[in-house]
């Protein structure tokens, strides 16, 4: 029997999926309600189950960051009042969107077009997070607020000022902050372009740094330049191919 988690803020909209679903394919399981984004991950990670339904905007997690740590791992039929958001998601691999108020009709075409792809690998919306704007992008678009990146079981909200730098390391970023680093599976050009460059300058091929966290500028030898923290004790290389953005220095 597949299950599917309903993701959405408002108790009555969720409730009206819930029902509409029990009507349009009785053998799905409905295995959770979450009423926040937080809430929907724990439950993803506790239940797995085939399917999410996911509001675009919710508190905590808003439905692209939680495309983004589900990956391929389940089928996504977003929910949202703006529809460009929906369409664009649509067209990058989510299997269908509805938009408020829900309308009956519209919810049992998405399951016909479930069933038809429940036994297939879903679509891998990881990318989605850095393709499209988000509700917890800053109001004047010079990059994020913050970073939510997994702990365990749990979730971690980095604000944007925390962070110290970015460095890829394999498959991963660390996220490093003045207490402790955290890891991303999001490649290192994706997260650049979302932060604020003019704060965010990327200084090695695999290191972004917050410049607002350098204490000093050292020159080696050759000329080789690297960076002092102000909260971390660890210097960072500057490639020579980033050394201009110190002229001024």
Known sequence: MPQALIAEDEPLLAAEIAEELARAWPELKVCEVAHDGHAAWRAFEQHIPEIVFADVQMPGLDGLELARLVGDRAHLVFVTAFNHFAVQA?????????????????????????????????????????????????????GLRWLTVPQGRDLRLITADEICYLKADHKYVAVVTADGEALLS??????HARLDPEIFWQVHRGTVVNIQAVRSIHRGLAGRLSLSLRERPETLPVGPGYAHLFRQW
């Open 90 to 142: 649509f067209e990058a691999g989510a299997v269908d969107y509805l938009v408020k108020p829900l309308d009956a009709a519209r919810l049992a075409l998405a399951v016909q077009r479930l069933k038809r792809r429940i036994g297939e690998r879903p679509a891998d919306l990881s990318g989605l997070w850095s393709r499209l704007p988000q509700p917890g992008s800053g109001a004047s678009g010079r």
């Open 186 to 191: 999001t490649p290192l050009k994706e997260l």
